[in-house]
């Protein structure tokens, strides 16, 4: 078959992950398979404003099928709100410039959901052709029945929990392990059955810390000495729940004032905006958004399993320790489930290529691997729902999910 596409760039974006280097490899194999000139572009969305390219050939992605991280590296830079010189600038049109002055046919972004939103932004304001492939430890890009690296960072935690076990059982102690996971509980509820954690808070379902705390008293009641909480970065509190919704539920309401104030008797643009701060006097003047730094967006935080094993020591009366997994699960050399994925997404992907698909997002749907328009895809996450058999699953076996 002659190839409706004749050279494409690569860029991954986001978080890196297990399994970045064996899609890379995959389109890259597959598209020179196909007679396409294969450009590697680094960090990100970065590295094509700025010009920063590789040519991939076969000697340049040999040996990549099983190291960790991305060797074309990544950033989380978005095309039109990128920090240059001290300043956030709209650099979508000089992105589509470079694209066109490499000659590419399409731009494949490996990413979460963050890259799905920016490469169907290339393509919406700048005519750019793209197609995505779906990566992140969270799981939580929608369309698609699993991401890759999913599978790795769940093995990585699964492991964790193992180990946490032997050391809890001897110490009769609690031990509250915090995994990542961004908004989305899938990596702390998939480790958390698969490690057999005793309670699983994940931010899908807000906690009630007397609830964890009662579950473990029976467990001691009952002659279990020692507990595992798998505890998701998102988890919350039914108290943090609230405010969170009552916050969005006021932004709502003042986004849909000031449109109707917008609209009013021949508003100039803006006016209506003005006048909604003047009414509440006592409101804080908005501060300017801080300028995102190139590279550490943010600091290691607290972790918030700290807190929560310090509350479950009061309540229980039982010793607790605290484990933060952080960066860890992201790290290392992917799985066997997560290289075949990544190998069979990035050969779907130049196979689309080859047939002038483009546009799209190559999502994983049963044993098959299916295109899905990209404007179905950015801008919605997947998180669990309430009905998931994974929920079900944890509740038959007496974990306890903090509600
Ligand atoms: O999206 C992947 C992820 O690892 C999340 O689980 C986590 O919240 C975030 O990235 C951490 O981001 P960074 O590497 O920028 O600290």
């Known amino acids: 078959m002659k190839s409706k596409t004749n050279c494409i760039g690569i860029l991954t974006s986001g978080g890196d992950c297990p399994g970045l280097n064996a899609a890379i490899r995959g389109v890259a194999k597959a598209a020179i398979h196909y007679g396409m000139k294969v450009v590697g572009i680094h960090d990100g969305f970065r ?164 609830k964890v705390a009662a579950h473990l008293a029976e467990r001691r009641r009952t002659g279990k000495r020692f507990s595992i909480i798998a505890v998701a970065e998102g988890a919350m509190t039914r108290e943090e729940a609230k405010a969170i919704a009552d916050a969005a539920k006021a932004e709502k309401k003042e986004t849909r004032e000031a449109d109707r104030d917008k609209k009013g008797k021949g508003k100039e643009k803006g006016e209506g905006k003005d006048r909604a701060r003047k009414e509440r006097p006592d409101r804080e003047p908005e501060p300017e958004a801080p300028l995102p730094m190139a590279g550490a967006v943010r600091l290691v935080q607290e972790p918030k399993a700290s807190r929560i094993a310090r509350e479950l020591q009061r309540l229980t009366g039982t010793e607790a320790r605290v484990t933060s997994l952080g960066h860890v699960v992201r790290g290392g050399t992917p799985s066997a489930t997560d290289r075949l994925l990544c190998t069979r997404l990035g050969t779907r992907a130049a196979e689309l290529l080859a047939e002038g698909t483009y546009n799209v997002m190559v999502a994983v749907r049963g044993d098959g691997c299916e295109p899905v328009p990209l404007q179905e895809v950015a801008g919605r996450r997947k998180v669990i729902p309430p009905d998931h058999p994974w929920i079900t699953t944890a509740r038959l076996t007496e974990t306890c999910l903090g509600d």
């Open 47 to 210: 590295g094509l404003v700025e010009n920063r390219t590789v040519l991939l050939d076969s000697l340049a992605i040999s040996g990549l099928l099983t190291r960790g991280g991305t060797v074309l590296g990544t950033s989380r830079d978005k095309p039109n709100k990128m920090p240059m010189g001290g300043k956030e600038r709209d650099m979508t049109q000089v992105a589509a410039e470079n694209a066109a002055r490499l000659q590419l046919d399409c731009l494949v972004c490996l990413g979460g959901g963050g890259t799905q939103k920016n490469a169907l932004h290339l393509h919406k304001e700048a005519g750019l052709r793209v197609l995505t492939l779906p990566k992140t430890i969270d799981n939580d890009v929608f369309g698609t029945d699993v991401t890759f690296g999913f599978d790795t960072a769940m093995e990585v935690a699964t492991d964790a929990i193992d180990r946490l076990h032997s050391t809890a059982t001897s110490h009769h102690r609690i031990i509250v392990l915090e995994i990542m996971g961004h908004n989305a509980g899938w990596l702390t509820l998939g480790a958390g059955i698969a490690g057999g954690a005793d309670a699983i808070l994940i931010p899908e379902i807000p906690y009630d810390l007397d």
